[in-house]
């Protein structure tokens, strides 16, 4: 019996070969990177500076870790973003379980630095969108979340 060829378009077993397929990203995940970018430049014409960006953990992801060398604190963002009304607020779309997620999340990233006792807050920067993608603002909430 022959070894198969490596370099055979075919494989061993008749079957094809595989082709890797990038994901197609969803009208919601395109939304949500823009409302990060969005977020972000707020951050940095308010004096932040970004440090990491979608940062993920076993509890979830912060959408952006920044500093803000001003008051010595390390801010972690949980970005929101809304297209029009029709759901509500960006604000309004942080559940409880979101809460405490993002909270795990900011006390892993503390933890895996040895950041204990480094200050740090938990914003969030609601970006809103009229229904046609526009920009109406971005609203940034300093101690939004916080440890009940």
């Known amino acids: 019996m022959t ?3 490596p370099d055979s378009p075919t494989p061993a077993r008749g079957r094809a070969p595989s082709r890797r ?3 197609s990203v969803t009208p919601r995940a395109r939304l949500g990177a823009a409302g990060e970018r969005l977020a972000a430049l707020a951050l940095e014409r308010a004096g932040l500076r970004i440090v990491a960006r979608n ?3 076993l509890y979830g992801e912060i959408d952006l870790i920044a500093e803000d060398d001003q008051r010595g604190e390390l801010v972690f963002v949980e970005v929101k973003t809304r297209r029009g ?3 509500g607020t960006p604000e ?3 559940t409880p379980a ?5 909270i795990a999340a900011a006390q892993t990233y503390l933890a895996e630095r040895e950041y204990q006792q480094r200050p740090y807050r938990i914003d969030v920067a609601a ?3 009229d229904p046609d993608g526009h920009l109406r603002g971005v609203r940034l909430h300093h101690r939004a979340i916080t440890e009940e």
Request: aromatic share 4%; proline share 9%.
């Open 55 to 57: 940062w993920h953990c």
């Open 98 to 102: 979101k809460r405490r997620r993002v």
């Open 127 to 129: 970006v809103d969108l």
């Open 21 to 23: 397929v990038a994901p």
């Open 85 to 87: 009304d029709r759901l």
């Open 3 to 5: 070894e198969p060829d």
């Open 92 to 94: 309004e779309a942080i």
